[in-house]
C-alpha cells in the first residue's frame, strides 16, 4: 500500500477487506486514528485491521461504553472509542499515557476529539459518505 491513499468502499465487506489489506501491511507498536461520523464503518475498518493482524474479527466490538477493548495475540490490539469520552483527563485516569508505550497497535475510533494527546506518528484515518459509497482515506500508511 502507498503512503496516502483514497479508496472507494461500496460496502462494509469493501471495508472489511480494505481494513485487512491495513492491518496486513503494520508493524507492531502502530498507532491508527479512526474518524468519520456515526454508522460509517469505523468498527468495520477496526475488525478488518485486526483479521489483517492474525486475530479472530468476531472478538471485535465497539469499545463504546468500555473505552478499550483488549484483544490479545501477537501483536495485540488496543482498541479505543473516544465517543462518549467528555475530557482528555478520563483517558489518562485509565492510564492512557501507559497504553501508548505498550508494544501493541492501537486502534481508536473517534480519535479527532483529543488529537492534542494523539502521538505525532500515526496512521490517520477519515470515513467520508459520497453518496451510495464511502470513501476512505488514509494518510501516512507506509
Known amino acids: ?24 501491511s503494520l508493524l507492531v507498536k502502530t498507532f491508527i486514528a479512526v474518524n468519520g461520523e ?16 492474525g486475530l479472530h ?11 478499550v477493548n483488549e484483544y490479545p495475540g501477537s501483536p495485540g490490539v488496543l482498541h479505543f472509542d473516544f465517543y462518549r469520552v467528555n475530557k ?3 483517558l489518562f485516569q485509565i492510564g492512557w499515557d501507559e497504553y501508548l508505550e ?12 483529543f488529537e492534542s494527546i494523539l502521538p505525532e506518528k500515526r496512521i490517520d484515518v477519515s470515513i467520508n459518505e459520497k453518496g451510495d459509497n464511502r470513501t476512505i482515506i488514509i494518510q501516512n500508511l507506509n
Open 57 to 67: 474479527p468476531d472478538i471485535v466490538s465497539s469499545p463504546t461504553f468500555t473505552i
Open 102 to 113: 505498550r508494544p501493541e497497535v492501537i486502534l481508536v475510533e473517534w480519535a479527532e476529539k
Open 38 to 53: 456515526l454508522g460509517m464503518g469505523k468498527t468495520v475498518l477496526c475488525r478488518g485491521i485486526v483479521a489483517g493482524i
Open 1 to 24: 500500500m502507498s503512503a496516502n491513499q483514497v479508496v472507494e468502499c461500496p460496502s462494509e465487506e469493501d471495508t472489511f477487506q480494505l481494513g485487512k489489506r491495513v492491518g496486513r
Open 88 to 90: 482528555s483527563i478520563e
